[in-house]
Structures are given as structure tokens and as C-alpha cells.
């Protein structure tokens, strides 16, 4: 800070030549038609020797501070905050940095030597096998998406979904019913089953009774299809496959603990009409319901 006072009180040279020693007030002294002139790009100095006046830029140096063009900063002059900046410590450089020879280390044993395996507590038992399990996790727990008969009618009624078409996953995706987050496909719910009034088609991984019901009353039909995970994507995203350079896969029949859960395997690509059920599948169903 002292040095920039300085910088800004003490000038070596003076590039302005209109400097002048004066004996009078400047008020006196110069003229009406100079004191309106731009202002000086130098900074003003205040001497010992007398007092000075630019006839120039009208500036003088009987303020006895800093110039209104003048700036108490530079670029030259931006430092960082004490303390903002830490050096890193060097080790193993001598004894006076006081992280010399063992640095801070230690005389001998296994800390000094290298490091341990994450968890090692020496020997004893460590903290994960000392605490009880707890739980587990189902590796074939499958998720599906629930979307409502109401939204549904609601989304017929505002033209993006054809009523007149087989309405499947995608189609359901395209229109904003799900979201990104699928999972394993979408459970078809009974909610706003009072708004289905007209025969739709649909073709879902999983069903409600009370959903199936009330389509089945408009005169429409639900199909419970199976995908994969493979097959979902290349019934979602085909255009991800076009883009690989790949063909799309063929579609995969349902494990044995599925079987009974799904009506038919799922078609690819996605498909535009719905496939009849038979009166075997119709007894089937309705033994299975009852």
C-alpha cells in the first residue's frame, strides 16, 4: 500500500509539457478557456520545490492528493489475499524444513514403510464384519412404470394419442404418459377408469384387474407382452440401433417363473395392430382370473 501512495505522490517524469511554476492562486493565473480542457493523463505530483500548474489539462498539484484520473489500483499490483495460497510441503529436503530425512513419518514399522489395505485395523475384526447383516437385494425384482386409464383418455382427448391404433410402450412414451425411467415397462393402473367410454387396444407389460375390466366393458383389449431389456430398448429407441449400425434383435421369450405373468411375447418392431385373442387364451384368462 505504501508503495502505490507513493507511486501515485511522487512522479519521476511528466510527460505532460504544460507544467508551469507558479507564484499566485491558480484561480488567478490561468485562463477561463484552459481550465475546461480534457483532463491530464498523468498523475499529479506534489513537490517540494513550489507548487505547479498544467496549463494543459488544468490540473495542478495544490490538492495534495490523488487525481480524479488516476487510479488507486493496477493490473501490475493485483496480488491474492494472504493466505489465499498455500505452498506445498516439501518433504525429505533437510532437517531445518522440519520434514527432513523420515518426513514426519516416523522411525521404522508398517506406517512408514507403505500403506495398508483399506479397512485393515491391524488385525482385529474390522468394522464390516463386526456389524450384523442386514437385508438383501432381489437380483430379479423387476420395476415397471404405472400409468392410469385417466391419463390415458386424457391424452386421446387432446390428439396426441390415436385411440383408432394399438396403443403399446412406445406409444405411450412418445405421448409424455412416462417418463425417461421405464424400468422393466410399464403396469397399466385402473385410475380414471370411469373416463374410458370408447374400445382401445393396448399392449403393456402388466396389467390391474380392475383396468382390464374396464377396457375389456368398452369394448377394447389388453395384452400382457414380454420384453427384455434388449427388446425394450429396440422397442423405445430403434433409431439407436439404426444409428450403431446394427439390426434390431429378434424378440426373446419370457423365463419360466414369467410365463404364467404374459400373454405372448413382444413384437419388434413396434407394432400398429393388435393380435386377436383366442378362445383358448379368452377360457385361459378368465380360469386364471377367477
Known amino acids: 500500500m505504501l508503495r502505490r501512495k507513493l507511486a501515485s505522490l511522487v512522479s519521476a517524469s511528466r510527460i505532460c509539457n504544460g507544467w508551469t511554476k507558479i507564484n499566485k492562486p491558480i484561480s488567478q493565473t490561468a485562463p477561463k478557456q484552459l481550465l475546461s480542457t480534457q483532463p491530464c493523463r498523468t498523475s499529479l505530483s506534489n513537490g517540494a520545490l513550489g507548487s505547479y500548474y498544467c496549463w494543459s489539462c488544468s490540473h495542478s498539484n495544490q490538492n495534495r492528493g490523488y487525481s480524479s484520473s488516476s487510479s488507486l489500483l493496477a493490473l501490475n499490483d493485483l496480488r491474492d489475499n494472504r493466505g489465499s495460497r498455500k505452498q506445498k510441503t516439501r518433504k525429505g529436503r533437510g532437517i531445518g524444513s522440519g520434514k ?8 521404522k514399522g508398517q506406517k512408514a514403510r507403505g500403506t495398508m489395505k483399506f479397512g485393515f485395523e491391524g488385525g482385529q475384526t474390522p468394522l464390516r464384519r463386526r456389524l450384523p447383516k442386514r437385508g438383501f437385494k432381489n437380483p430379479f425384482s423387476l420395476t415397471f412404470q404405472p400409468v392410469g386409464l385417466g391419463k390415458i383418455a386424457k391424452l386421446i382427448n387432446a390428439g396426441k394419442i390415436d385411440s383408432s391404433e394399438l396403443i403399446t410402450m412406445k ?9 425417461k425411467q421405464i424400468g422393466d415397462g410399464i403396469r397399466l393402473m385402473g385410475r ?16 390391474t384387474v380392475r383396468a382390464k375390466a374396464a377396457v375389456e366393458a368398452a369394448g377394447g383389449s389388453v395384452r ?4 427384455n431389456k434388449l427388446g425394450l430398448r429396440a422397442l423405445l429407441k430403434p433409431e439407436w440401433f439404426e444409428k450403431k449400425g446394427r439390426l ?17 411375447i413382444g413384437r419388434l418392431p413396434a407394432p400398429s395392430k393388435p393380435i386377436p385373442f383366442t378362445n383358448e387364451e379368452k377360457e385361459a384368462m378368465s380360469a386364471s382370473l377367477a
Request: aromatic fraction near 6%; avoid cysteine.
Open 100 to 107: 527432513g530425512k523420515t518426513a514426519g513419518r516416523g522411525h
Open 171 to 179: 406409444t405411450l412414451k412418445d405421448a409424455g404418459a412416462v417418463g
Open 192 to 207: 380414471g377408469a370411469e373416463h374410458i367410454e370408447w374400445p382401445i387396444h393396448l399392449e403393456v407389460s402388466r396389467v
Open 224 to 227: 400382457r407382452v414380454y420384453y
Open 248 to 264: 434390431l434383435p429378434k424378440a426373446a421369450r419370457p423365463p419360466p417363473k414369467q410365463r404364467d405373468k404374459v400373454d405372448s
